[in-house]
């Protein structure tokens, strides 16, 4: 990781943070090494960090709204729910060549021992938060019938879809990180492009 001087301890330590903790685990990720990839010293870490509980925190935080935030920009660019689908698979392939995919941020992080009571709080918020997200995408394509219980209607099968993308999404990805079997991601493609046509 190249350290770039013109960001604060603080954020060196939470970019080293996002970047470490996800290719190794919390688990195998000491504070001491977070201080010396960062560039920093101790006393910064502890300036800024109670524990290490606390930056684990902030990195699932982090983590879970740039996963947000990639989805979103996909979105963005997509011309139907079956297109974000494609390149989004497409890209987690292009990581997977790279050697730069470990799964789920958020599932990997809480398979850690170390994690705080307030991580299972801020997991369950941030996948709600893709819920929601991809919720209002797949809603955006649905019919323009404007009527209150046919909108009400189409809305809740475009949460339910959504909640079952990211299942889609956990299995296969967990599935792959045991194996390291590609069959599991294009399984995933095809899972939730058949998703797609209910």
């Known amino acids: 990781m190249e350290i770039n001087n013109k960001q604060s301890p603080r954020e060196r330590l939470v970019r080293t943070a996002t970047e470490t903790i996800y290719k190794n685990g919390f688990d195998a990720t000491s504070v001491n090494e977070l201080i010396q990839i960062s560039g920093t010293h101790k006393a910064s870490f502890y300036r800024y960090f109670k524990s290490k509980e606390e930056i684990g925190d902030i990195y699932l935080t982090e983590q879970g709204q740039s996963f947000l935030s990639g989805w979103k920009s996909l979105m963005d660019k997509s011309k139907s729910p079956e297109q974000f689908v494609t390149i989004w698979i497409s890209l987690l392939k292009r990581q997977i060549r790279r050697n730069a995919y470990f799964g789920c941020p958020i599932a990997r992080f809480m398979s850690s ?3 705080s009571s307030e ?3 801020i997991a ?3 996948i709600e938060s893709w819920v929601l997200a991809l919720a209002d995408f797949l809603f955006s394509f649905e019919t323009n019938d404007k009527s209150q219980n046919r909108h009400i ?3 809740e099968k475009a949460e339910e879809k959504a909640k079952q ?3 889609i999404f956990q299995a296969n990805s967990q599935l792959f990180v045991i194996t390291h079997e590609i069959s599991f991601v294009e ?3 095809k899972e939730m492009l058949d998703l797609l046509k209910k």
């Open 187 to 189: 399984e995933m493609e």
């Open 124 to 126: 369950k918020r941030m």
């Open 153 to 155: 209607q189409i809305r």
């Open 119 to 121: 991580s299972p709080k």
């Open 165 to 167: 993308f990211i299942k």
């Open 113 to 115: 021992s170390e994690k």
